[in-house]
């Protein structure tokens, strides 16, 4: 799999104003401040301890939690349903790492015929394909000689679960 594909490639299609069918837009991750959060160690299932309590064990750096390598991270925007049974959703942020190798059964940016698209990565022996997680969408096989190209691994969702009204 080639994985040389340069940001400046393939932002340069995002410029153009072309629709892509999974990705909206991609942002390079600057880590210039750090945000600390509060860190509960308890584990929860269906509620919260007693807010009396105090559970705060430590403040927690997000930069640190979300980013391994912050010069090959990016964070796309999701625009289909293509990966909903892997609870990827329209508008959702994907963190994505360029510089993992990815694996079978890794969730993938992939690059084809210059659109990106975010598919499940299968390899089983010498067949390698890209598996939509919502069976309303196809999923890409490539023939022998077709390129694909692994732009990057998802390695977070970013998900907005409050509800508006």
Not at 130 to 154: H, Q
Request: charged share 25%; with cysteine.
């Amino acid at each position: 799999m080639n994985r040389a594909v340069e940001l400046g490639q393939a932002c340069s299609h995002l410029l153009c104003g072309k629709v892509y069918p999974d990705v909206i837009c991609v942002h390079e991750v600057v880590r210039s401040s750090s945000i600390k959060i509060p860190f509960v160690s308890e584990k929860i299932s269906a509620g919260f301890p007693s807010p009396a309590q105090d559970y705060v064990d430590k403040m927690m750096d997000m930069n640190e939690h979300l980013i391994r390598n912050e010069a090959a991270t990016f964070i796309v925007k999701v625009c289909s349903l293509s990966m909903i049974n892997a609870g990827i959703d329209i508008n959702d942020e994907l963190v994505v790492d360029r510089s993992l190798e990815a694996k079978n059964d890794d969730i993938v940016v992939a690059l084809i015929e210059n659109e990106f698209t975010v598919k499940r990565l299968k390899i089983e022996g010498t067949k390698v394909w890209l598996e939509a997680e919502n069976p309303d969408y196809k999923n890409i096989y490539f023939s022998e000689g077709e390129n694909l190209i692994v732009w990057g691994v998802v390695t977070f969702i970013l998900k907005n679960v409050r509800k508006r009204s």
